[in-house]
C-alpha cells in the first residue's frame, strides 16, 4: 500500500501563485501520477498529468499557468500554479496509478480569492 499526502494549499489572492506538493509513504513504481481537482458542487477533474516516460498532459484551462513535476528523491509530486484565477477554486487531489492499483490522496484546498 501507498499512502499519498498533499500540502500547500491555503488562500491566495488573484494572479498569485502556489505550489502543490504530493508525498508518497514510499518509493513506488508508478505508470503515471496526477493531479485532479473538484470546484465546489462541481465533478472531479484532471489538471495535469505526468506519465513514466515524462510526458505531461494539462487541461485547456491551465495550459500554461500550472506545471506539473516529480521528485524522485523525494517521492514526491510537484504541482506549480501562477496567474491563478477564482475559477481555480477547488479541493485538489493527487492520484497514482501503478499497476492495477490505484491511489489518492485525502486532498488540500486551494482558495482563489481576494
Known amino acids: 500500500q501507498v499512502q499519498l499526502v498533499e500540502s500547500g494549499g491555503g488562500l491566495v489572492q488573484p494572479g498569485g501563485s502556489l505550489s502543490l506538493s504530493c508525498t508518497a509513504s514510499?518509493?513506488?513504481?508508478?505508470?503515471?501520477m496526477s493531479w485532479f481537482r473538484q470546484p465546489p458542487g462541481k465533478e472531479r477533474e484532471l489538471v495535469a498529468q505526468l506519465v513514466n516516460t515524462g510526458a505531461r498532459n494539462y487541461a485547456p484551462s491551465v495550459e500554461g499557468r500550472f506545471t506539473i513535476s516529480s521528485n524522485i528523491r523525494e517521492n514526491a509530486l510537484g504541482l506549480q500554479m501562477t496567474g491563478l484565477k477564482p475559477e481555480d477554486t477547488a479541493m485538489y487531489y493527487c492520484?497514482?496509478?501503478?499497476?492495477?492499483?490505484?491511489?489518492w490522496g485525502p486532498g488540500t484546498q486551494v482558495t482563489v480569492s481576494s
Open positions: 514510499r518509493s513506488f513504481r508508478w505508470n503515471w
Open positions: 492520484y497514482a496509478k501503478a499497476g492495477g492499483d490505484d491511489y
